[in-house]
């Protein structure tokens, strides 16, 4: 007898979509973008993370969000390896380069950095944890 949770899930190549067919229903998600599990954190960075720092760089606010079931590598994704260069995070990655560019845009016009405003919240268990601050 087959399982009511048997899952067939069918990747479409033009499309990131994943279909996902339970027994009963049909379900479709679609994604912007699908990375594999061999995707590196350089790799990762730019079409994740690069486009809020930009921003941020001219003065708007951004936004990176990990969302996942636990074990699933969200800490992995944004911290890294601490003690590896090539691994490092999308939030160390984020950081050098805010920091690089506001040297950078020093250097141009030789401006000052009143101060850079950076939140890192964790949500477990339906609570919310401040993690960062004022650097």
């Given at each position: 007898?087959?399982?009511?949770?048997?899952?067939?899930?069918h990747?479409?190549?033009?499309?990131?979509e994943k279909v996902?067919?339970?027994?009963?229903?049909?379900?479709s998600?679609?994604?912007s973008s699908?990375?594999?599990?061999?995707t590196?954190?350089?790799?990762?960075?730019?079409p994740?993370?690069?486009?809020?720092?930009?921003?941020a760089?001219?003065?708007?606010?951004?936004?990176?969000i990990?969302?996942?079931?636990?074990?699933?590598?969200?800490?992995?994704s944004?911290?890294g390896?601490?003690?590896?260069?090539?691994?490092?995070?999308?939030l160390?990655?984020?950081m050098?380069r805010?920091?690089h560019g506001?040297?950078?845009?020093?250097a141009?016009?030789?401006?000052?950095?009143d101060?850079i405003?950076?939140?890192?919240?964790e949500?477990?268990?339906?609570?919310v944890?401040?993690?960062g601050?004022?650097l």
């Open positions: 007898m087959a399982s009511a949770r048997l899952q067939v899930a990747w479409h190549r033009h499309v990131a996902i067919e339970p027994m009963v229903a049909m379900h998600f679609e994604f699908v990375f594999s599990e061999e590196s954190q350089e790799q990762l960075f730019m994740v993370a690069g486009q809020a720092v930009d921003g760089l001219q003065g708007r606010s951004g936004c990176i990990a969302y996942g079931q636990t074990g699933s590598g969200k800490t992995y944004i911290f390896e601490d003690d590896d260069p090539v691994e490092r995070g999308l160390p990655r984020a050098e805010l920091l506001c040297a950078q845009k020093a141009k016009d030789g401006s000052e950095l101060g405003t950076v939140s890192f919240l949500v477990y268990m339906d609570q944890q401040l993690c601050g004022m």
